[in-house]
């Protein structure tokens, strides 16, 4: 199983940015996806989620209205675009794959770095 995320860099608050997770060795269809971040000192908290099948998402509040998790299960591809950045969202972004009965993998991240 491979998570590769993508996407991150430095931008100014109130910038945009979208992240990708590209996804091998899994049946993509078949796994609920989602991001979670982890700030420097801070515990790694679920920011956005959606399901297989029918595609139902979550949000973290935090994070409500501003971002937006989807999936193209054709091209095995995982995105969360990212709007309204503020400097509490800098963090590492990573990607998790989970399939019901096969278990759950993790990407390495991708680091997200919003200025004032």
């Known amino acids: 199983v491979q998570l590769v995320e993508s996407g991150g860099g430095l931008v100014q608050a109130g910038g945009s940015l979208r992240l990708s997770c590209a996804a091998s060795?899994?049946?993509?269809?078949?796994?609920?996806m989602a991001w979670y971040r982890q700030a420097p000192g801070k515990q790694r908290e679920l920011a956005a989620s959606?399901?297989?099948?029918?595609?139902?998402?979550y949000y973290a509040d935090a994070v409500k209205g501003r971002f937006t998790i989807s999936r193209d299960n054709a091209k095995s591809t995982m995105y969360l675009q990212m709007n309204s950045l503020k400097p509490e969202d800098t963090a590492v972004y990573l990607c998790?794959?989970?399939?019901?009965?096969?278990?759950?993998?993790w990407g390495q991240g991708t680091q997200v770095t919003v200025s004032s």
């Open positions: 998790y794959a989970c399939e019901l009965y096969r278990g759950c993998s």
């Open positions: 060795g899994i049946t993509f269809s078949d796994n609920t």
């Open positions: 959606i399901t297989s099948g029918a595609g139902s998402t």
